[in-house]
C-alpha cells in the first residue's frame, strides 16, 4: 500500500469517525482485542466484574482476530462505532481504531496488554528488529497512542512498559490484571481440569509440568530436544502451544498431552510446574507460585532477532534454573532444584497485587458513571 493510498484511508476512516461521535454517549464500556476469536481470561473476568457491579452499563466485547483484509475492514468500523459511543474502553492487544482517530475527552482507554509483565521486547521497544513492526508502519499507523492507562503486574514492570508504549511513568498502573484474580480464586483448578475433558483422568495420575514455547515470527517452535530427554516416568507434560503455532503442533510420546492452543494460563492451576523460554506466562506462574524453568535453546538468535527485557544470567529470574541444554531442565524438574524463596521475591516485584483486587482496581480507573 503506498503512502498516498493510507493517506487518503485515514482521512476517509477519520471523517467517518467524526459522524460517529455525533451519537451521545452511552453507558456502555468496550473491549477489544485482535488476538484471538474467543475472548481472554481477562476479558471473560473483567466482563463478569462489570455485569454484577454495573448492571446499567452495557458490556460489548469485541475480539477481532484479523483472518482478512475485507472482514478487518467492516470490524474496524464496528469498533469505531462503539468506541465513539462509549464511556469507556479497554485493549488487550494494539487496536488501530483506539490509537488512530481522535476520540472523546469523555472517553477513558486503558490499555490492558495480554502478559503482566515482558520478558521478551514488545511494542516500540521491538520497533526495526527482525521480529517487530518497522518505523514506517509504526509511525503510520499511530502504533500506540491515545492510552490514559497502561496496566502492567508490579512495579518492576513500570518502566519497560513506559518505553513500550512511550507514556509517561504515571500513566502505567501496576495493578495487575483480571486473570491475577480469577488465577487465584478457588475454582481455577477445577475449570482446568473440566477443559481437558476426558483427558484428566490420565493426566492426573502424576504431576503435570505445562511447557509453553513463545511464538517466534517466521520460525517454528522447538520440541524434540525436550520430548526426548523429558522424565514421563515421574511427571505428564501438558504441551501449551501459543495460539499462532497451532498448525506446528509435534508428534508427542506417551505422557505427553496437548492443551488448546493460546490458553495455557488457564491450565497452570493444575501443573507443579512450567517449562518456558521467553513467554510472559512465566509472570503468571510466579503469581501461583509454580516453579518455572526457562530452556532458552536458541537465546542468541532469539536476543539478536527479538530483544530480552530481562537478564537472562542463571540463577537471576527469581533463581530460576536457566539452561540452553534440555537435560539440565530435565533434571532441575526431576529434582525439585528451585529456590522458593527468590521466586517468592521476584512474584513480588512482578505480580504485586495478589489480594483478588486487580479487577476492581481496573474498573476504579475508568471511572464510570453511576
Known sequence: MTTLVLAILKLIARAIYACFKVFPTQKKVV????????????????SDYLNHHYPNHTVVTLNHHMSSKVRHAFQVLLEMYHLATAQACVAESYVIAV??????????????????????????????????????IAKAMHMHENYDYVLTGGPASVETFARAFRVPTSA????????????LSDNASDNARRHLGDLWTEIST????????????GRKPVFDPLLANFCFDTHHLLIACHQRDAHHLP??????????????????????????????????????????????????????????TLDYTPG???????????????????????????????????????????????????????
Open 31 to 46: 473491549l477489544i482485542s485482535r488476538l484471538s476469536g474467543q475472548s481472554s481470561i481477562d476479558f471473560r473476568t473483567l
Open 99 to 136: 490509537s488512530l482517530f481522535r476520540h472523546k475527552p469523555s472517553l477513558t482507554i486503558v490499555q490492558m496488554w495480554h502478559a503482566l509483565g515482558a520478558l521478551k521486547r514488545f511494542g516500540h521497544l521491538a520497533i526495526g528488529r527482525p521480529e517487530g513492526s518497522s518505523a514506517a
Open 172 to 183: 502505567v498502573k501496576p495493578i495487575g490484571l483480571p486473570r491475577v484474580d480469577y488465577l
Open 206 to 217: 502424576r504431576p503435570v509440568i505445562v511447557f509453553a514455547p513463545t511464538f517466534r515470527k
Open 251 to 308: 508428534k508427542i510420546p506417551q505422557g505427553a498431552f496437548m492443551a488448546p492452543p493460546g490458553r495455557v494460563v488457564e491450565f497452570l492451576p493444575i501443573a507443579v510446574g512450567l517449562i518456558t523460554d521467553y513467554s510472559a506466562s512465566a509472570f503468571d506462574a510466579a503469581a501461583l507460585g509454580i516453579p518455572t524453568y526457562f530452556w532458552v535453546h536458541d537465546i542468541s538468535t532469539y536476543s539478536a532477532r527479538r530483544g530480552l
Open 316 to 370: 537471576n529470574l527469581g533463581g530460576s534454573v536457566v539452561s540452553e541444554d534440555p537435560q539440565v531442565i530435565v533434571d532441575a524438574v526431576r529434582n525439585r532444584t528451585f529456590d522458593v524463596a527468590a521466586w517468592e521475591e521476584f512474584a513480588s516485584r512482578y505480580v504485586a497485587v495478589r489480594d483478588g483486587s486487580c479487577t476492581e482496581k481496573l474498573v476504579e480507573l475508568l471511572e464510570l458513571s453511576p
